[in-house]
């Protein structure tokens, strides 16, 4: 949603009456009488704020502490300053700064105060509408690492440990998707894409080594009863009636929202070693105190069950 109010911010009564009534007419005005109330009505609304006027001169704290506070916790906020022409060095600090957008001389002259409040408006909508953009595009690249992360992960099960590695990463993916929160931690400013593919090679390198060492400690399939006591020990779980409940939701996604550049340790791959060792014959359900997991049959898999279960991931569970 894109914000349109004007937060206007003195200790004047009189002040704060007249700037409501002429500005009302150009957009919906909120007003505060100190910095702390400026700061209490940012906490309330700030999302709805696009445009905050602060006077400089009042008792306590300044405008520009306001500002500076406006500056780190509201950054689409756009900020103006309001003062005298006494007060201009103010003014010219809070500009080299970076706290404020514009400043308005005090008295007001009608026509330059609209035509300023209007312009600022004009470029938080443009800040609101850049933002929304740079969030779809984030948002997009989390989605495709998401998924290349999961096809790596069937890649390296398949050479790890063939037999059933597919019914091993479907569960994998459904039991992400139960626990929820599988979105990849990337710091964007940081990686270009050749970087990243190099990082998400190596980490896949890694997860392979892990993954042969858990499976060369399980050794041979055994009963029911043993998979789940090993799983318990791997996973840090206890075993729970016909399953194990494991109270830490990370051991089931790991794998696929650590940040990259981490290097995937041995617990991170514990839960996949196990499926892959099981053939993915276990479903993870919600529990008191946790996650269950308990044995289940196979299921009959669709060609595409790996693009479909790529599309879902990022979804909340149903």
């Excluded at 001169?57 to 900020?79: D, F, K, S, W």
């Excluded at 993954?211 to 206890?238: F, I, K, M, Q, T």
């Excluded at 696929?256 to 993870?284: D, F, K, M, N």
Aim: with cysteine.
């Amino acid at each position: 949603m894109t914000p349109t109010k004007i937060l206007y911010v003195d200790d004047e009564a009189m002040a704060l009456k007249y700037f409501e009534r002429l500005v009302s007419p150009l957009a919906p005005v909120l007003t505060a009488g100190s910095v702390e109330e400026g700061r209490a009505v940012l906490l309330a609304h700030g999302a709805d704020v696009a445009v905050l006027v602060c006077d400089q001169r009042m008792p306590g704290e300044r405008g520009n502490e306001l500002l500076r506070h406006a500056r780190e916790y509201y950054p689409g906020v756009v900020r103006m300053l309001t003062t005298a022409y006494s007060e201009l060095g103010d003014a010219i600090e809070a500009i080299n700064t970076g706290e404020i957008y514009r400043y308005i001389n005090k008295p007001w002259e009608l026509e330059s105060l609209r035509a300023d409040l209007k312009n600022a408006l004009e470029l938080a909508t443009l800040r609101s509408e850049r933002d929304g953009l740079m969030r779809e595009r984030l948002l997009a690249q989390q989605s495709r690492l998401l998924a290349n992360r999961l096809a790596a992960l069937l890649m390296v099960g398949s050479a790890v440990y063939a037999d059933g590695h597919e019914q091993a990463l479907y569960r994998y993916a459904e039991a992400a998707r139960a626990v929820g929160g599988a979105e990849p931690m990337v710091d964007w400013n940081r990686w270009d894409h050749a970087d990243l593919l190099q990082a998400e090679a190596q980490r896949g390198a890694a997860i392979a080594a892990h993954l042969r060492d858990a499976l060369h400690s399980l050794g041979p399939r055994g009963e029911a009863g043993d998979a789940l006591l090993a799983l318990a020990r791997s996973v840090g779980g206890e075993v729970s009636g016909d399953g194990v409940l494991v109270a830490n939701a990370t051991v089931f996604t790991a794998l696929l929202v650590s940040p990259a550049g981490e290097t995937p340790t041995a617990p991170q791959c514990a839960w996949l070693a196990w499926l892959l060792w099981q053939a993915g014959q276990a479903r993870v359900t919600p529990a008191q105190g946790g996650w269950l997991v308990r044995p289940a049959a196979p299921e009959a898999l669709r060609a595409d069950w790996l693009a479909d279960a790529m599309e879902r991931l990022g979804k909340a569970p149903a």
